[in-house]
């Protein structure tokens, strides 16, 4: 069973920037489709970011320009860097895969909970000041 574990979550200031990692075991980065999803207090986890195996990405409205997934293969690590923080950042981010379902692809980006199988168990963001 492929495990996903998160890490580099901390408490910053509006404006500033952190950023986030994932390292699997059991799947590979560049072989699943994953991506970052984001709950904020009180509120149900929603999808942020995206990565395929082919580099693309797709985000949700409310990071798109601040926020940049990406992954580095050699180390099995995906990474989503986050710039310009906003206190309605603040939450639990997970980073979650399903494996492609379309040949290699993972057809258009997804941000629903469903299509995704595996699961970390989250990093808590804080923007506060």
């Known amino acids: 069973q492929a495990q996903l574990r998160e890490s580099g979550g901390g408490s910053v200031r509006p404006g500033e920037s952190l950023r986030l990692s994932c390292v699997p075991s059991?799947?590979?980065?560049?072989?699943?489709?994953m991506a970052w999803f984001r709950q904020a207090p009180g509120k149900e986890r929603l999808g942020i970011a995206t990565?395929?195996?082919?580099?693309?990405?797709g985000y949700a409205d409310s990071v798109t320009g601040r926020f940049v997934a990406s992954r580095v293969d050699d180390d099995n690590t995906l990474y989503l860097r986050m710039s310009s923080l906003k206190p309605e950042d603040t939450g639990i981010y997970f980073c979650?895969?399903?494996?492609?379902?379309?040949?290699?692809?993972?057809?258009?980006?997804?941000?629903?909970?469903?299509?995704?199988?595996?699961w970390g168990q989250g990093t808590e963001v804080t923007v506060s000041s």
């Open positions: 059991g799947l590979g980065v560049s072989v699943y489709c």
């Open positions: 979650a895969a399903h494996y492609p379902r379309f040949g290699s692809s993972c057809g258009p980006p997804s941000f629903v909970e469903r299509d995704y199988d595996y």
């Open positions: 990565l395929a195996p082919d580099g693309r990405t």
